[in-house]
């Protein structure tokens, strides 16, 4: 049976010069991991973790002797910090190990690319400076969003903004499929330094997604669950409804197709076909 020490993960990645891999650690903990993902914590040389409770920190320590939470980079009590900062110094805490000659890993919630910049900025920065460095997929919320609810996207099409960009930007909604609005509880806030909207500023979400959707049109707010024995958030209110609902830094905003897909008779024509046609 192969030890510890023989690992080709350790022996492939290794190296004298520094190595970074950042990782997905899903949603669920434990269970969501990749057996590869799950290797590379295992036998890096130090891991940072950016991990959503304490249970899953501490099951992080149990795969590795040096795990560095990332979490204190955030702004503490009553401090004002802009985020942009803080992913700026989580970067330099994990660039400097990797400097030193080591193999790190960089643990982080879900999908270590999907709405989270550390992974791509350290990744960009190790690779600028010559330092191997790559990036493994993780479940998402978007994953277990769609298995929770039981939709295939795939069906009618879908469409996923950050909620405050799709308000700053003239982005256009399709009312035939899915609209996923992440961070749907930081809705138009814009300085990066809050970790929450208003009710006033979600009232403006609605009033400008009611271009497109009818006020009474059913939406779903979502969490997917982080422990195994936790279940999903799945709250279904009108749209009206949204500045009242009770929303986490973890909820999303799920807004199904208002109206159903329209063919487009023009390209059936010019494909020398009718709708019978469609298998």
């Not at 909820?251 to 010019?270: C, V």
Request: aromatic share 8%.
């Amino acid at each position: 049976m192969m030890t510890r020490q023989q690992s080709p993960i350790a022996t492939l990645t290794r190296a004298q010069k520094g190595n970074l891999v950042c990782v997905g650690t899903g949603l669920q903990l434990a269970g969501q991991i990749g057996a590869l993902s799950l290797s590379y914590i295992e036998h890096a040389d130090v891991v940072f973790s950016l991990v959503p409770d304490g249970f899953s920190e501490r099951w992080l320590m149990s795969l590795n002797c040096d795990v560095r939470s990332l979490q204190p980079y955030y702004a503490q009590h009553d401090e004002v910090k802009n985020r942009r900062d803080t992913y700026a110094e989580m970067v330099d805490a994990i660039l400097d190990e990797v400097r030193l000659g080591k193999l790190v890993v960089c643990a982080l919630y879900g999908h270590p690319g999907v709405f989270a910049c550390v992974a791509h900025w350290s990744i960009k920065q190790a690779r600028s400076e010559g330092f191997d460095a790559s990036m493994l997929p993780g479940i998402s919320a978007e994953a277990c969003l769609w298995a929770d609810l039981g939709i295939d996207p795939g069906n009618s099409g879908h469409q996923s903004f950050e909620a405050t960009q799709f308000m700053l930007y003239h982005h256009i909604p399709d009312p035939t499929t899915h609209l996923l609005l992440w961070q749907i509880a930081l809705a138009g806030e814009h300085t990066l330094t809050q970790f929450s909207s208003t009710k006033d500023k979600l009232q403006i979400l609605v009033e400008h997604l009611n271009q497109w959707y009818p006020l009474t049109h059913a939406v779903i707010i979502y969490e997917a669950a982080n422990l195994p024995f936790q279940s999903p958030v799945i709250e279904r209110i009108p749209l009206s409804l949204l500045p009242e609902a009770t929303l986490t830094t973890i909820s999303t905003l799920l807004i199904p197709p208002a109206r159903p897909m329209t063919l487009n008779h023009e390209m059936l024509a010019k494909l020398g076909i009718v709708e019978s046609d469609i298998g």
